[in-house]
Structures are given as C-alpha cells and as structure tokens.
C-alpha cells in the first residue's frame, strides 16, 4: 500500500500527459513557453484569484511574497510553528525575524490568541509587526477572518502559505483569495502536484502581481536587459506547466474523491481515537489525514502496529520548527507553544489519495481499530 499513490493517477492521465510532454518538446520552448500562462489563468479562474504567477518551487513562492511586501531588517513575520520548515525558512534570508505562533489543538492551524500574544512581544523586542503567514496545514484553511481583522488592525500584510490547501474553502472563498498574496507549491506529493519542483502566487492586486512577474525572472523591467530591481530566477518550467494543465483538470473530481476518503476515515475510525477536526463552512483538501493518539507511547504501537501489515504511516511533524536547532533562537508567543509541542507528541498521518480504495482503507481501519481495543 502506497501512502500517496501518485502512479495510480498517472495511469487515469498518462496519455494525455504523454501528448502534452510532445507538445512541449515539439515545440521547444522549455522556458516562458505558453502552457505556462495557459496555466497561470486556469489556475487563477480555478479559485477565484484575479491574477496568478507561477514560481519555481513553494518556498521560492514565500520568499517572493515577503519581497513583494518589501519585508527585510526590523520586520516581524508571524508563522505558526507546526507546520514544514519552508513557511519559516525564507524569513530570516531576507534580515526579517520569524515570530513562533502556537496553533489550534483541533484544527492545527494558527491560534489567534497565540498571535495577538506574539505580536506584542515582538514589539517589545523592537520589531515592527509586518506580516501574518497563516499556514492551511494538512489541507485544512486557516482560520483567516479573525487573522485579517488583527493583519489590518496592526496595519499588516497576510500571506497565506497554501502549499499543502490550495482549493480547500473558507466559508465563500477558496484559498488563493484569502491573503493579500497566497502561495502554494506543486511538489510531488501536494494535493496538485508536478513532476518536478514547481510553486505559484495568487493575488487580486494588479500591481502586486506584474511585481511578482518581474521579481522572478531576475527583476526584470520592460526591456529585457535592463533589469529594474533586484530579483531571482524562479520561473515554473514549460514542461511541468504542460503537466500541470492536464493534473488541474481532474483536480476538482480529486479533491471530492480525497473528501470521501477522509469521511469514510472519520466516519469509522472517531468511535476510536481521535480524528481530523473540519469546523464548519470549511472544505478541506485533505494533504494528509491526520490522527491524534493518546500519548507518544500510544502512537508508536499503532504506527508499528500499521507498519507490521505493511501499513505505511507518517508522522507529520515530529519537532515543532522553534524548537529545531536552526530555528531554537528566534521569538515565540512569551507564554510558549504547548500545543505545538503536544501535537508534535501525538499526531500520525494515514496513507490519504485520490486513488485509496475501499479494500485498502479498510485493512487501514480493522488494523487500527484493532490495535486501539488491545490497548
Ligand atoms: C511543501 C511546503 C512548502 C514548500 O514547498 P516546496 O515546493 O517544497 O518548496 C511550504 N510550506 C508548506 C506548509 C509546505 O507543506
């Protein structure tokens, strides 16, 4: 059993994928060809975002978003931290500082109390509180309208870090319009991912976006050897925008197929142990589905219990980010990060694909339940 089964939906659109490769080599244009703005509007039309700017990978995408923001030396940026180390990774590069924020014990996502915290220690600290960087973690969006009322109250700028939520909803919205700029990234194993590193920006201001434009291909300006400010080489590939054309238009039917498989999990396994949390008015895209034991103990027999059927499981994250040795020095919320802490304890991912099917799940399910009775 695979934990993504990224081959069974290659098998759904192999052909066509083989086809749109062709196009690409047929034509030759491997860098800037127009599957890449082809792409870049299916997308933005896809959630609703007036414009979207393709990058090269989803930490460039952050990275891009803080400069568009203009952040550098002084500035706060506030991440949560239990989530993947890129969210947090591309601040300090920039001579910003990362502010840890704890997150929510049911839906993993940000704590607003922990942020209202953290941003008056970091002024305390002398930063100038500058940006949000809500995390839609595990697929599930982000608690966005009591982050933006603080984002602008502080006169703020939101970024939403989507790599792992890109199409999950938030009441009317989908993600991609929920920040001032969101970013995702298309690696493998993302809910949308390429056959490479790939990453994109969505925004509804105009300005922001031709910024953006310019900022990845090296700052350029409307000539193209006079480049106009400071910028990076984080373009998306023609062939992987070519895959990524064909991996969007089933997209949609995959994310209803990850949302049966989650229920089905829910629906069977919460008499048990404890399992995903979705509050309502929020879809998730399910990147991971994601249990949460007892105790550590209890974790490590199921997972070997899992791992003993040829069951794989994963433990999505095992150390919160301030607590790893890079990030140990930098500010958090003054009264700690329990929650972060806790989780990092207890929670465990089960395989989660378009492409589970019910036989598999099942043995899933009979093992864990199983191994929960005997305890
Ligand atoms: C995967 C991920 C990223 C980084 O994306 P890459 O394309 O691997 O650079 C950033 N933030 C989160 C939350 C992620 O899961």
Redesign the pocket.
């Known amino acids: 059993m695979q934990f993504i089964d990224l081959a069974a939906q290659q098998s759904r659109i192999r052909d066509k994928i083989d086809a749109r490769i062709a196009g690409v080599l047929d034509r030759g244009t491997y860098i800037s060809g127009p599957e890449v703005s082809e792409l870049e509007t299916r997308l933005a039309e896809f959630c609703g975002a007036l414009h979207c700017v393709s990058c090269?990978?989803?930490?460039?995408?952050?990275e891009l978003a803080l400069i568009a923001l203009g952040i550098g030396e002084g500035d706060a940026v506030f991440v949560p931290s239990f989530?993947?180390?890129?969210?947090a990774e591309v601040v300090p590069g920039l001579g910003a500082t990362p502010v840890f924020v704890d997150v929510d014990s049911n839906t993993f996502n940000m704590d607003v109390a922990s942020l209202e915290r953290a941003i008056v220690h970091a002024r305390s600290l002398g930063l100038r509180p500058a940006v949000v960087i809500p995390?839609?973690?595990f697929g599930l969006p982000a608690d966005y309208a009591p982050i933006k009322a603080i984002v602008e109250r502080e006169n703020m700028r939101l970024i939403g870090?989507?790599?792992?939520?890109w199409g999950g909803r938030y009441h009317n919205q989908m993600t991609g319009t929920l920040a001032d700029i969101t970013?995702?990234?298309?690696?493998p194993?993302?809910p949308l991912g390429c056959y490479g590193?790939?990453?994109a920006l969505f925004t509804n201001d105009p300005e922001k976006a031709a910024l953006l434009d310019s900022l990845r291909i090296h700052g350029k300006g409307s000539e193209k050897y006079d480049n106009v400010r400071i910028g990076m080489n984080s373009r998306l590939d023609t062939l992987q925008a070519a895959i990524l054309i064909e991996k969007l238009e089933i997209y949609a039917d995959e994310l209803e197929s990850r949302n049966k498989v989650a229920q089905r999990y829910s629906t069977k396994l919460a008499p048990f142990i404890e399992v995903p949390f979705v509050p309502e008015g929020y879809v998730s895209i399910w990147?991971q589905y994601t249990l949460k034991a007892r105790s550590q103990d209890e974790r490590a027999r199921l997972m070997t219990s899992l791992q003993n059927q040829g069951i794989p499981s994963v433990i999505y994250y095992p150390r919160p980010l301030h607590t790893q040795s890079a990030y140990a020095d930098f500010p958090c919320d003054p009264s700690g990060l329990p929650v972060s802490v806790d989780l990092a304890q207890r929670v465990f991912s089960l395989p989660m694909h378009p492409y589970l099917t019910h036989e598999d799940q099942d043995r899933v399910i009979k093992c864990l339940i199983d191994a929960l009775q005997i305890s």
């Open positions: 090269a990978n989803g930490t460039d995408a952050l989530t993947f180390a890129a969210t995390v839609d973690l870090d989507s790599a792992q939520g970013t995702t990234s298309f690696f194993a993302k590193d790939g990453g990147a």
